[in-house]
């Protein structure tokens, strides 16, 4: 069974432009979140997914950031007209039903907005 | 807040020594759990430990947690040069089950 997925493992994109972030979570799981974390820092909450619904995106900036996760393929965070703030990594976790505390990691997203 | 946070900071220590981490929090929790994430890399689980726990083993690690005090701490017993990390706690708070709320971390460096 292969773990969450995440890709690409590195973006680099230009300020102004959009970022496109890629979660396959583990087979069976039908539960996703998306955690930001900034250097130095602990990751932090952004949103909480299920199969076509969003949950719980109280961590997610009101603006230019969004997240979906369809009923077939990934799940994907998107962040439009990125800024130099934006610079961080990404993760996703994935969890069965039912079980929200057994979330399991993926590698992360590396983004570098110059 | 709900965030955690770790202490120290930073911890450097000479293989072999113990090391002992603390994480506190601030409102009720359903489980609190310990990853360690090594540099530039994902996270990974290292224990759980339910709130109504109050000691938990795995292998070298031991956590402990104390719900009165909302606070927790991880002991990794033998160092190795490979335990080198960041280490991260998270909750769950009790009334939002589903977000995974992460300390700041506690750097380790292992010298050989």
């Known amino acids: 069974n292969a773990g969450v997925m995440q890709n690409p493992r590195h973006l680099v994109r230009r300020r102004g432009q959009e970022a496109r972030l890629r979660c396959s979570p583990m087979?069976?799981?039908?539960?996703v979140y998306w955690y930001r974390q900034l250097p130095e820092e602990g990751l932090k909450f952004m949103v909480y997914?299920?199969?076509?619904?969003?949950?719980?995106e109280s961590g997610m900036p009101k603006e230019r950031f969004s997240a979906e996760f369809p009923k077939e393929g990934p799940s994907i965070l998107r962040i439009q007209q990125v800024v130099r703030g934006d610079s961080a990594a990404y993760f996703c976790?994935?969890?069965?039903?039912?079980?929200?505390?057994?979330?399991?990691f993926g590698p992360g997203t590396r983004l570098t907005v110059t | 807040s709900q965030q955690g946070e770790e202490d120290p900071q930073a911890l450097s220590i000479q293989e072999g020594e113990n090391a002992t981490m603390n994480c506190s929090y601030k409102?009720?929790?359903?489980?609190l759990q310990w990853y360690r994430q090594n540099s530039g890399r994902g996270l990974v689980h290292l224990i759980l430990?339910?709130?109504?726990?109050r000691e938990k083993h795995s292998g070298r690690l031991r956590v402990t947690l104390d719900t009165s005090k909302k606070s927790s701490s991880l002991l990794i017993t033998a160092s190795r040069a490979a335990d080198t990390a960041s280490y991260f706690c998270?909750?769950?708070?009790?009334?939002?089950?589903?977000?995974?709320?992460f300390g700041t971390g506690t750097s380790l460096t292992v010298i050989p």
């Open positions: 976790a994935s969890s069965p039903p039912g079980s929200d505390y057994e979330q399991y």
């Open positions: 087979k069976g799981h039908s539960h």
């Open positions: 997914l299920q199969k076509e619904n969003i949950i719980d």
């Open positions: 409102t009720s929790i359903n489980n």
């Open positions: 430990i339910r709130s109504n726990e």
């Open positions: 998270a909750t769950d708070a009790s009334n939002t089950g589903n977000q995974f709320y």
